[in-house]
Each structure stands twice: as C-alpha cells, then as structure tokens.
C-alpha cells in the first residue's frame, strides 16, 4: 500500500473512531518519535510526554543505541540531547544528514552554548530547546516536525 493512501493520526482518540470501520484501521498510521538521553529521568519524562500526545515513543540511552536500532528509518521526528557520552546529539544530526536523513531534530540541553546551537539550527533542527523543557514549546516543534514529515512523504 503507498503511504499517500494512509491516514495520520494526531491521536489514540483519532485511532479509536478510525477502528469502527473495517479495513480502515490498517491505513492509520502513528507518528513514530525517537528520544534519545543518557539522562533516565529525562529520557522518561520526555517520552511520557510524547506518549500523552498520541505518538509512538521509542527511548534511547545514547545514539549509538539508536542507530543500532530500525526506528533509525522509522522516526518522523528525533528529540536528542546534545551532550551525551559518545556520540553527541549534534554529531548525530550531521552523520544523519550525511547520509541523507533528514528526519527533524530537536534539540534540549542544560548548557546552552551559542556556537553549537548555531551549528545545530544551520544543519537543519527544528530548535533547540534549554532544560528544564518548557513543555508548550516542545509540543509546538513536535507539531511542526511532524507536518514536516507529512510534507517530505506527501500524507
């Protein structure tokens, strides 16, 4: 089936009025959004947080965890931090992009710095976020991710 003939939902009450008609259901599809932070209370509370939107969250401890794993392909939208050990958020980013990815990126970290903010906006994130997140904000840039996405694929 193409993706140009599948539906987006925005919600799990979107998803539960779709099941009332046969053979609709499998046309929806949920929003898969990647979180990555060596932080657990951070990884977790950004998750719950995108999980109470609607959207599928898969959490990651670091990147190198997630590009071991297929949400690699399968995110629409990525929420890294910047600093982690290892490979950073932004170094994540730039490897993406090289590779052709261009999967939206937002960025949070507790210490903000100009010149890898600006390196972070240039390669294309769709912000860069302070900790503690304000959580109004994280929500509006995951809206404009996720209409980014539909517009790349055309849903």
């Not at 999967?103 to 949070?108: G, K, L, M, S």
């Amino acid at each position: 089936m193409s993706a140009s003939r599948h539906i987006v939902a925005q919600s799990w009450r979107e998803i539960s009025c779709f099941a009332q008609y046969p053979g609709l259901i499998d046309l929806v599809e949920v929003p898969v959004i990647s979180v990555i932070d060596d932080d657990a209370s951070v990884r977790t509370a950004i998750s719950n947080l995108v999980r109470s939107l609607g959207y599928a969250v898969h959490a990651f401890p670091s990147a190198e965890a997630f590009l071991q794993s297929v949400q690699l392909t399968q995110s629409w939208c990525v929420i890294a931090d910047v600093r982690m050990p290892g490979t950073s958020g932004i170094e994540l980013q730039s490897w993406l992009r090289a590779q052709g990815n261009r999967v939206p990126f937002i960025f949070i970290t507790a210490v903000p710095e100009d010149r890898v903010r600006a390196r972070a906006l240039k390669d294309g994130a769709m912000c860069f976020l302070t900790k503690p997140v304000d959580q109004d904000h994280l929500i509006g840039s995951l809206a404009r991710a996720i209409a980014q996405h539909d517009d790349r694929t055309g849903n």
